[in-house]
């Protein structure tokens, strides 16, 4: 059976390259600003969440890297991203959520600014995080 971290590792690459492949185009500033924010989580305290490593770090950024090579389908990532998420909520506390949820926001902004289909997505991300709520937490 797959390492569940390393499946989440997976499906967080997909996510994030679905946010910037929403117009249809990754930008160099989108994929510049992933890297930026995985250093970030290594580097600044209270910005790890559940323990990235840098080998998770380089999972990540190497999915995105992998589905920008075939120029994947955001709606397909994103469906997939989905999938996972609907059947490992408990993988997504509500440290990582915010956490996963503070770099699509950068990606989606870092190229000039937000588009309709970047927006679009958000908004799917946000309600799946809200609709589907953590076991552990309080206030969701």
């Known amino acids: 059976m797959e390492n569940s971290k390393d499946s989440l590792n997976h499906h967080l690459g997909i996510l994030f390259y679905a946010v910037a492949m929403a117009d249809k185009k990754v930008h160099e500033k989108e994929h510049e600003m992933l890297k930026k924010k995985l250093s970030e989580a290594l580097t600044q305290q209270g910005e790890n969440p559940e323990d990235l490593t840098r080998n998770d770090a380089l999972a990540i950024e190497g999915v995105f890297s992998r589905m920008q090579k075939i120029n ?3 709606s397909t990532c994103f469906k997939q991203f989905c999938d996972y998420f609907d059947k490992n909520p408990s993988r997504f506390t509500p440290r990582l959520r915010k956490w996963v949820w503070n770099i699509a926001q950068a990606i989606a902004s870092s190229s000039a600014q937000k588009n309709k289909s970047e927006l679009i997505l ?8 809200e609709t589907q709520s953590h ?4 206030n969701g």
Do not use: M, Q
Request: without cysteine.
């Open 72 to 74: 994947a389908e955001s």
């Open 122 to 129: 958000l908004g799917k991300l946000r309600l799946l995080f």
């Open 135 to 138: 076991p552990e937490s309080d």
